[in-house]
């Protein structure tokens, strides 16, 4: 995404301004305009990383980031993987199907959010917050994204480990050819 129009419309806008107060205001607009296409360009950044953190969070468990190459912002556009649906055990009764309709009216309430509070201890709030700021997003997108992975995991299978003791706990030993 280009800046430099955004910027240079903002200088033109500063330049029209200033012309209305005369001579003095013109001068002091053209001798602004260079700090303010640097302070112009940095809260551009702050609202698109803004913009793309609230979008992350309507897309849990995907993700939108806004990276700097060659000072142009890109987007980068992480889809939720999806799993794909189960064929229908033609042995099983209809009454144990899972409903096709039913996953494709959840998706369609994805605008949709809810106020939750959520009590926490203070060591695994911190821990929370340590690691969104590692993932680089705010502790709401990163919690957001842990419950949508946790739900959507396969019933039986069990959270990858994370911690020491986990993997401890998860060893396994034996023979490879």
Do not use: C
């Not at 396969?154 to 986990?166: I, L, V």
């Amino acid at each position: 995404m280009d800046l430099n129009r955004y910027a240079d419309e903002l200088q033109r806008q500063l330049a029209t301004a200033a012309a209305a107060g005369g001579d003095d205001a013109r001068e002091l607009a053209a001798r602004l305009t260079a700090p303010l296409d640097a302070a112009a360009r940095l809260v551009l950044l702050s609202a698109l990383s803004d913009a793309a953190g609230e979008i992350s969070a309507e897309l849990a468990p995907g993700s939108v980031d806004v990276r700097l190459r060659g000072g142009s912002p890109e987007f980068v556009v992480t889809a939720p993987a999806t799993a794909p649906a189960p064929a229908p055990d033609a042995a099983a009764p209809a009454s144990t199907q899972a409903p096709a309709a039913a996953s494709v009216a959840v998706e369609g309430e994805a605008g949709a959010t809810t106020r939750t509070t959520l009590r926490l201890p203070d060591h695994l709030k911190a821990q929370a917050e340590l690691a969104a700021a590692r993932d680089g997003v705010s502790v709401n997108t990163w919690l957001v994204r842990a419950v949508a992975a946790a739900v959507e995991r396969p019933p039986g299978r069990p959270a990858t480990p994370t911690s020491p003791e986990q993997r401890a706990n998860s060893r396994v030993t034996g023979w490879v050819r």
